[in-house]
């Protein structure tokens, strides 16, 4: 008699490999955020616009990577748990508490979550700040890349990264990043979205496939 599990087809046992390409760099007295919007299943496309740029709070946002439906479980747990902080203080929450509450979430699951966000934002203490964290890890950087895009754009970030970058630097260096990494990374495409954030709020973009800086090999 045949067992359940030899009556499934193939590819429902198999691991189902996902992709992005997401960044974050901090100014001064701001940050900027950044994703591609395609979502994949092994060779697959399940979604070609999906916003990955994620709020925790008014004016901290995260950058989703790994499984879809465990990054934005981690960032609605990490949302309420934020307005309920915020509410108990009476103040806006830290971006480091933010990205402390997701390092955590992290580590407790690592073995059943498959996720990795980057954590960026602005807040009274510390200006703009972008964290790493990821099994555990909790790491503030100046930039953060991530997703299977990441690789194919390393040596462009580490050439074009300057300290005392302007906002619209800022903003330039995200989205050249996003077009280079869409370019090249057929888990990576769609659209691109960025988040501006500073202490005014937050401004929101979305730049269409078409409308991406083009480079010199395409």
């Known amino acids: ?22 960044i974050a760099i901090a100014f001064e007295g701001g940050v900027v955020i950044g994703s591609d919007s395609r979502v994949s299943a092994g060779a697959s496309v399940v979604n070609r616009v999906m916003n990955k740029l994620s709020p925790l709070h008014d004016k901290i946002y995260c950058a989703l990577s790994g499984s879809a439906a465990d990054a934005q479980t981690m960032a609605e747990i990490v949302n309420y748990q934020l307005d309920v902080h915020s509410i108990e203080v009476g103040e806006d929450p830290l971006v480091r508490s933010a990205a402390t509450l997701v390092k955590n979430i992290s580590y407790k699951y690592k073995e059943e979550l498959s996720a990795h966000l980057i954590v960026a934002g602005w807040d009274r203490r510390a200006g703009g700040q972008v964290y790493v964290t990821l099994d555990g890890l909790l790491a503030r950087q100046p930039f953060a890349i991530g997703g299977s895009g990441s690789s194919y754009i390393y040596g462009f970030v580490d050439a074009e990264y300057r300290q005392g970058m302007t906002k619209k630097d800022c903003q330039e260096f995200v989205v050249n990043a996003l077009a280079l990494a869409m370019n090249r990374d057929g888990s ?7 988040v501006t954030i500073d202490k005014d709020g937050t401004d929101e973009k979305c730049i269409l496939g078409n409308k991406l800086p083009t480079f010199f090999d395409e």
């Open 1 to 22: 008699m045949l067992e359940e599990s030899s009556l499934q087809p193939e590819w429902l046992s198999e691991e189902v490999s996902t992709g992005t390409t997401i």
């Open 188 to 194: 990576s495409g769609g659209v691109a979205y960025f």
